[in-house]
């Protein structure tokens, strides 16, 4: 993937700090499977909403902060903002609301990343 623009043409994505080494990439205090190969370093994970799930206080994550939710029929796209002033779009189960200002802690889903090499 080139870049988050062309991210974008498949729907909504966020952009998250990661580091690249050899076939995975760390975000967020997790090791993930590249989707395809990276240069070692610092680099931006292209993240979708479907694989950022709410995880319990104790789990490999982030902190963050429920900015805003919109009800989409079967899920819910919330905005969180996390520690580090990042913000991330998540879809979760319709029937799970997450109030404005409510605190969470949010991974990612252990699928294969796609990465942006930082300019």
């Known amino acids: 993937m080139e870049n988050a623009a062309v991210a974008e043409v498949l729907g909504p994505v966020s952009t998250v700090p990661g580091i690249v080494e050899?076939?995975?990439?760390?975000?967020?205090g997790?090791?993930?499977?590249?989707?395809?190969?990276?240069?070692?370093g610092h680099c931006e994970v292209v993240v979708r909403p479907e694989h950022v799930v709410l995880v319990?206080?104790?789990a490999p994550g982030?902190?963050?902060v429920v900015e805003q939710t919109t009800f989409?029929?079967?899920?819910?796209?919330?905005?969180?903002?996390?520690?580090d002033g990042r913000r991330v779009l998540l879809?979760?189960?319709?029937?799970?609301?997450?109030?404005?200002?409510?605190?969470?802690?949010?991974?990612?889903a252990?699928?294969?990343a796609n990465v942006l090499a930082r300019a």
């Open 110 to 112: 252990p699928v294969p």
């Open 22 to 28: 050899g076939t995975v990439v760390e975000v967020w």
């Open 56 to 58: 319990g206080a104790d």
């Open 72 to 83: 989409l029929g079967s899920v819910r796209r919330s905005t969180v903002v996390t520690g």
């Open 91 to 108: 879809e979760h189960a319709a029937d799970r609301r997450l109030d404005d200002e409510a605190r969470v802690r949010i991974a990612l």
């Open 30 to 40: 997790q090791r993930l499977p590249l989707a395809r190969a990276a240069h070692d």
């Open 62 to 64: 982030i902190d963050a």
